[in-house]
Nanobody, 115 residues
């Protein structure tokens, strides 16, 4: 399974972006889909995750600002990001964990928040 992210770019503080992750097949078999990010000079961190039954989990730093969603049939996972600030600047990665305990990663998409 291949995961391809899109939707990153340059945005001003306070702005919004919607990231998309397209899987090469449906994601019904994926127990968890998630978004991670790697800020400049820092380690990768979990941003948000969503299970197959729709349960979500968010990093404290993005709660109330980011929303994760998934469309199993279309193989899509989304991350709606609002009220962006400079600390959200990072490479964002899509991750999928399936029922066979296989872990998949996308290539990443850059998000830069700057005026």
């Amino acid at each position: 399974v291949q995961l391809v992210e899109s939707g990153g770019g340059l945005v001003q503080p306070g702005g919004s972006l919607r990231l998309s992750c397209a899987a090469s097949e449906s994601i019904f078999s994926f127990y968890t889909m998630a978004w991670y990010r790697r800020p400049p000079g820092k380690q990768r961190e979990l941003v948000a995750a969503i299970t197959s039954d729709g349960s979500t989990n968010y990093a404290d730093s993005v709660k109330g600002r980011f929303t994760i969603s998934r469309d199993n049939a279309r193989g899509m996972t989304y991350l709606q990001m609002n009220s962006l600030n400079a600390e959200d600047t990072a490479v964002y990665y899509c991750n999928g964990f399936d029922v066979d305990y296989m872990n998949y990663w996308g290539q990443g998409t850059q998000v830069t928040v700057s005026s």
